[in-house]
Nanobody, 117 residues
Framework: VQLQASGGGLVQAGGSLRLSCAASGSTFSFNVMGWYRQAPGKQRELVATITSSGSTNYADSVKGRFTTSRDNAKNAVYLQMNYLKDEDTAVYYC????????????WGQGTQVTVSS
């Protein structure tokens, strides 16, 4: 399974970006898809997840600003980021997980998001 993330870049504070991630090479869909981020010198943290039924979970720091969605037919997950802040600067990783007799957990290669003030 390969995850291809795109959409990162440089944006001014208050601006918006949309990240996309598509999973290929899988014969089944993933129950949970989501986004994590890692800033320099910090641990990787959860940003947002969405289940196959559409239930979402967000880090407190992004609630009201970020929205995650998914396209089950394309095995893709998206992250719309609005009102970006300096502290959102990080490498963003997409993640997919499901359990079918065993755990299937995959990470994308990461895409850099840089917010300038």
């Amino acid at each position: 399974v390969q995850l291809q993330a795109s959409g990162g870049g440089l944006v001014q504070a208050g601006g918006s970006l949309r990240l996309s991630c598509a999973a290929s090479g899988s014969t089944f869909s993933f129950n949970v898809m989501g986004w994590y981020r890692q800033a320099p010198g910090k641990q990787r943290e959860l940003v947002a997840t969405i289940t196959s039924s559409g239930s979402t979970n967000y880090a407190d720091s992004v609630k009201g600003r970020f929205t995650t969605s998914r396209d089950n037919a394309k095995n893709a997950v998206y992250l719309q980021m609005n009102y970006l802040k300096d502290e959102d600067t990080a490498v963003y990783y997409c993640n997919v997980y499901t359990r079918r007799f065993r755990d299937y957990n995959y990470w994308g290669q990461g895409t850099q998001v840089t917010v300038s003030s």
